[in-house]
């Protein structure tokens, strides 16, 4: 079996690093004072690694490379 990668760029994560991201399914439900409760939790064999969540939370897409 083949180690996991990242869902975006296809590099190798480790799934059992804090810092890799997990995907869940489950039931939203907004939260007290703006949060939200996701209720049901359900994991999902796809990770990302932290340089493309943190790309894509910032609005750029992870195949765009930087001009300079």
Same mark, same amino acid.
């Given at each position: 079996? @083949?180690?996991?990668?990242?869902?975006?760029?296809?590099?190798?994560?480790?799934?059992? @690093?804090?810092?890799?991201?997990?995907?869940?399914?489950?039931?939203?439900?907004?939260?007290? *004072?703006?949060? @939200?409760?996701?209720?049901?939790?359900?994991?999902?064999?796809?990770? *990302?690694?932290?340089?493309?969540?943190? @790309?894509?939370? *910032?609005?750029?897409?992870?195949?765009?490379?930087?001009?300079?």
């Amino acid at each position: 079996m @083949s180690p996991p990668v990242c869902s975006f760029c296809g590099r190798e994560v480790n799934p059992a @690093s804090r810092w890799t991201y997990t995907k869940i399914v489950g039931w939203h439900r907004p939260g007290k *004072a703006g949060g @939200s409760d996701i209720s049901l939790r359900q994991k999902v064999d796809e990770y *990302a690694c932290p340089g493309c969540i943190e @790309s894509l939370k *910032a609005g750029v897409a992870v195949e765009q490379e930087a001009i300079f």
